[in-house]
């Protein structure tokens, strides 16, 4: 099956600067690879995507980069802000009909002021 | 809000004790998903229905747990004879069926803890 590994397990930078996360994949039939964002006591919340066909997608202060041939992808955060301040996850979408997904280990984030 | 509920929040229960919980999916979403969270680490699959059918287990599922979708809407999870290592917190999730419909959007989890 799918093996998806993150580092770092956690990440601390001052605000205003950049924050990276980044994953690797096992499975070269993966196509889908989505980051959540987890605050203290709720559920994951879908923060960015990206499709196989893609190499980078970009949201306001968040970009994902995907590397088909080495098998990893990364998320860039710039001009962080204390509110970005949370556990992110990677995932990769298992290439079969029901669309699983299979979760990195996590990255905590810590913005300072 | 037309987000993703469960119910309950949090359950405490002591061992040996059944317990359920319910799903209930954004409201045109015809898949669903159940994972599973253990503290420090990331949801696991454990099972996900399209409409009523439910398609695909995994491992982690074992004999003690069920779970339904008898409509095609809510979806419950049951654990009969909880063990304390079934102490996690319990997620859905659902989206559409098909390439566009691949993003899926999670609930706030059941957080379950057994004494």
């Not at chain 1, 879908?46 to 098998?71: F, M």
């Not at chain 2, 359950?11 to 004790?17: D, N």
């Not at chain 2, 990331?42 to 074992?62: D, H, I, M, W």
């Amino acid at each position: 099956g799918e093996n998806v590994e993150q580092h770092p397990s956690t990440l601390s930078v001052q605000e205003g600067d950049s924050a990276v996360i980044k994953c690797t994949y096992s499975d070269s039939a993966s196509n889908y690879f989505p980051w959540y964002k987890q605050e203290l006591g709720k559920g994951p919340q879908l923060i960015i995507d990206i499709r196989s066909n893609v190499g980078e997608k970009k949201d306001q202060r968040i970009a994902v980069t995907l590397n088909k041939t080495a098998k990893h992808f990364s998320l860039h955060i710039t001009e962080t802000q204390p509110e970005d301040s949370a556990v992110y996850f990677c995932a990769a979408r298992t290439n079969n009909a029901g669309n699983m997904l299979t979760f990195g280990g996590g990255t905590r984030l810590m913005v300072k002021p | 809000d037309t987000g993703v509920s469960q119910n309950p929040r949090h359950k405490i229960t002591k061992r040996g004790q059944n317990v359920t919980f319910r799903c209930d999916p954004i409201s045109e979403h015809n898949r669903l998903y159940w994972y599973r969270q253990t503290l420090g680490q990331g949801p696991e699959f454990l099972t996900y229905f399209q409409n009523e059918a439910q398609l695909e287990k995994s491992r982690l599922l074992s004999d003690r747990f069920s779970a339904e979708r008898p409509k095609g809407s809510f979806s419950t999870l049951e654990i009969q004879r909880t063990e304390q290592g079934d102490s996690a917190m319990y997620l859905c999730a659902s989206s559409l069926a098909g390439l566009a419909g691949v993003e899926q959007f999670f609930g706030p989890g059941t957080r379950l803890t057994v004494l």
